[in-house]
């Protein structure tokens, strides 16, 4: 029976489960969060292997001068499942007698996301939230709900393959590729189906891609379509991504007139 991730927190590994409740700011004194920036702004990519590892910087305000984050945690907005652990350090950097940006490193290996949760675990992808409580040196503390918004997307790879090599100038080339997505139970990566697709082409010399035309994945992730072949040049695959899925472009197959 799988269960819900518990986060590590604090120096001696204390355990606190993720769960959703409802957002609230409160504490002691005049400390406060003004401000929360997760992965440096950009979407947390995760595969079926490579651990992944990315900051939530917070910055704090107090009087007194900002001491540490002493609890840091971050889950899925709508469900509430999350399989991401804070080791529960944090460094802060100061940037005024009141104010410094305090960061904590946040940590996943896929490994362990099927056993996190009892429901599929790639439902926990999608849009997420941080949450986390904060200290000044004279001992005001705020805990903070809700702080930020980020999503945390299952890593997609796209590939392209254009027949014939070479063609002749005027002839039907053939394109075709795959769409596939980590699934995050198995650690495969399986066909991503009915999702539309850019087909672009970059003729030889030249320093940009432009689209083509748009195709539907089948329902197996599979790519197909026919172009005239005008100029020699680069075909790629484009992939906008989803809330869920991330942004992929395939390399360039390269083909050349006869």
């Not at 940590?107 to 790639?122: E, F, G, K, L, Q």
């Not at 000044?136 to 709900?145: E, F, M």
């Not at 080339?173 to 997505?181: A, Y």
Request: net charge positive.
């Amino acid at each position: 029976m799988r269960h819900r991730l518990w986060a590590v927190a604090g120096g001696a590994a204390a355990l606190a489960l993720l769960t959703a409740t409802g957002a609230h700011a409160e504490g002691e004194g005049d400390i406060r969060v003004t401000k929360t920036v997760v992965n440096k702004g950009g979407n947390v990519i995760i595969g079926t292997a490579k651990t992944v590892k990315y900051p939530i910087a917070v910055t704090v305000k107090d009087d007194s001068g900002v001491k540490k984050i002493t609890d840091l945690s971050t889950f899925n907005r709508t469900n509430g499942y999350g399989f991401v652990t804070w080791d529960g350090d944090s460094s802060c950097v100061k940037k005024s007698a009141t104010t410094s940006v305090c960061t904590g490193t946040m940590t996943v290996d896929p490994a362990w996301i099927a056993d996190s949760d009892d429901i599929d675990s790639n439902r926990v992808a999608g849009v997420w939230r941080a949450d986390a409580t904060v200290k000044a040196n004279d001992g005001d503390y705020w805990i903070s709900d809700d702080i930020a918004e980020y999503k945390v997307k299952r890593a997609a790879q796209l590939t392209t393959d254009a027949s014939p090599e070479p063609v002749a100038k005027g002839a039907q080339l053939t394109v075709k590729g795959k769409l596939s997505r980590a699934n995050w139970e198995d650690l495969k990566y399986h066909g991503y189906p009915g999702q539309t697709v850019r087909l672009q082409f970059r003729a030889a010399g030249a320093a940009h891609y432009g689209t083509v035309k748009t195709v539907k994945t089948d329902n197996l992730g599979r790519l197909s379509t026919k172009v005239t072949a005008t100029a020699a040049g680069s075909w790629r695959w484009y992939f906008p991504g989803t809330t869920t899925t991330s942004l992929k472009v395939s390399a360039g197959d390269a083909v050349a007139l006869r």
